[in-house]
């Protein structure tokens, strides 16, 4: 697990400059590693990563390019998990931010898979949506016989939708 802390510390640190990329970025971000609540009738975004870089670059994002404020809690170990957890919050204007990263449409009904504008995207915005789904809830094995990169979804919409961004690349 060492070279996936290397990797997703590597692509936290990258910096994207085009506003269409880090929309993605963001969007497949919270859709892989967050989650939609309803507290006291409004809702309420969450989304869970393993390091903090990537919670500090969500964050970041959350408030340059949507303009919206988020609350981070650090959950210490326990279980099967051994190191932290970052949690980023979003309460105030929770639908709205689900409207402008498409985790719900007009109607306020969630998105299963991925955006429209993540998935018939450019190759830039494929490119972010992987990196996204990565830092999110993507693994990588040590180099050896066998290597693999893996990524887990929230469901089969959204793994069909990384999938094709896949193809575009």
């Known amino acids: ?21 880090r929309k993605s970025e963001v969007s497949t971000l919270l ?4 989650g939609l609540h309803i507290v006291s009738g409004r809702i309420v975004i969450e ?22 404020t ?4 650090v959950l210490a170990p326990s279980g099967l998990r051994k190191g932290n957890r970052y949690v980023v919050r979003v309460f105030r204007d929770g639908e709205s931010l689900a409207r402008q990263t498409g985790l719900i449409d007009n109607n306020g009904r969630p998105v299963r898979g991925l955006p429209r504008h993540v998935v018939a ?8 949506a992987w990196r996204g789904a990565f830092l999110a809830h993507g ?19 959204a793994a069909l939708a990384l999938v094709g961004s896949a193809r575009r690349l």
């Open 139 to 157: 693994s990588l094995t040590e180099p050896g016989r066998s290597m693999s990169l893996e990524v887990t979804c929230p469901g089969p919409e």
């Open 47 to 68: 989304a869970e990563l393993d390091t903090g870089a990537a919670a500090r670059r969500l964050r970041k994002d959350l408030a340059e390019v949507f303009g919206h």
């Open 1 to 21: 697990m060492a070279m996936t802390g290397v990797v997703k510390d590597e692509l936290s640190r990258l910096s994207v400059m085009k506003p269409c990329c």
């Open 121 to 128: 995207g450019a190759a830039c915005d494929a490119e972010s």
């Open 70 to 73: 988020s609350d981070v809690v």
């Open 31 to 34: 859709r892989f590693a967050g």
